[in-house]
């Protein structure tokens, strides 16, 4: 089986909102939510922007930097843990503006590790279904300003659209393994129930994530004889810079391999790992083995590694 | 009947990470004082791992445990 990352795309809404603007609004200083998050700004979509819209964005973003036509995926996986409706999902939506008519879209309402479910799912599912578009989409904002808004979540989160195109053909990165796993004892620790707002326990959201990021970034790497030295760079969830920081001293990394915009959008759950890989592939990266990872709501969690093609 | 001298090291761990002295009441809780907050707490796991020689294992990860001297004292009195 050979599977392959071809090119990835992003959506992210016009409006920046500022740490001025959410420290009025919460109470808080603007330096206050700088330190604890590493968050200068994020992006909040216009009230009429859905996650569809933002989605089709990333998607079209994508597949106009691969060069391919959308009329020849195979597949559409869609991840988003903040749409407000139950079902249809947003993929049956995008597969529809995309004019994807016969093949299949499949949700995957999971938040901030969708999009690593996504790649590891279509990563095993190319074979059979070709050409796969991974796309993940959040309205954040959507699910948290309420007023008041909450400190400890509003200054967190924003809005916007990744996407990544898998084949089985070869394309710039091979994807060698994953490893995902999920912990349900944990799913009241953060939660967004459709109604909202979404709530999180935040002490225990770090402290696990602070360790199982690492552990499974650790796991995938040894099951392809890798070390974290040897890696060209990490390619995470962006949740949080402080975070960020933790796992490259777990990892025994510089700063500088973990690659980090957190600080310009904030945390844009399923989107951010995908957005975060849109710009890194932007900045022609040196050649050499990639990981992603990601940690969420569930508690789910993983890590991919692939490795340059040619 | 608490150990004093593993409150007493578990004391200059928190000192340590947090950058300030631990508060005098070993039931007063470390978080509701502000004295460590959620990016704290990951290196207090650590910081106490390295200096029981324990691994503190990814089930027993939950901040109540750590929330307070004597309530990391009792965690180490049952794993020790």
Known sequence: ?310 | MPDSSRQQRLRKLVQEVAGKPAPADEEESLFESGLLDSFALPDLVSAIEKEFTIKVPDSDLNPRKFDSIARMDAYLADHM
């Open chain 1, 1 to 310: 089986m050979s599977a392959y990352l071809h090119a990835f795309g992003s959506h992210l809404p016009e409006r920046v909102v500022t740490n001025a603007e959410l420290a009025e609004r919460t109470g808080k200083t603007a330096e206050w939510i700088e330190s604890s998050s590493g968050i200068q700004q994020r992006r909040w979509a216009a009230p009429e922007t859905g996650i569809a819209a933002m989605g089709v964005s990333a998607a079209e973003s994508c597949l106009k930097t691969a060069g391919f036509p959308t009329n020849k995926i195979g597949m559409l996986i869609v991840a988003s843990g903040s749409g407000a409706r139950g079902f249809p999902g947003p993929a049956a939506a995008i597969a529809d503006r995309l004019c994807l008519l016969s093949v299949p879209a499949i949700d995957l309402p999971m938040a901030s590790a969708g999009s690593l479910f996504g790649l590891a799912l279509a990563m095993r599912l190319t074979e059979t279904y070709g050409d796969i578009l991974v796309v993940a989409s959040e309205k954040m904002s959507q699910i948290i300003e309420t007023e008041p808004l909450d400190a400890n979540t509003a200054i967190l989160f924003g809005d916007g659209a990744g996407a990544a195109l898998v084949s089985s053909r070869p394309g710039r990165w091979r994807m060698l393994d994953a490893v995902l796993h999920t912990d349900g004892q944990y799913r009241e620790d953060l939660v967004f129930d459709g109604t909202g707002p979404l709530r999180m326990n935040g002490l225990t959201v770090i402290l696990q994530a602070a360790r199982k990021i690492p552990a499974s970034i650790e796991e995938v790497l040894a099951r392809q004889n890798l070390s974290a030295p040897q890696v060209t760079a990490f390619l995470l969830h962006q949740a949080n810079l402080n975070l960020l920081t933790r796992v490259a001293k777990a990892l025994n990394v510089g700063p500088e391999k973990i690659f980090a915009n957190v600080q310009r959008y904030g945390n844009t759950s399923s989107a951010s790992m995908l957005i975060a890989a849109t710009e890194w592939a932007g900045t022609n990266p040196a050649k050499g083995p990639v990981v992603f990872s990601a940690f969420g709501a569930g508690f789910h969690w993983g890590a991919l590694v692939a490795d340059s093609a040619d």
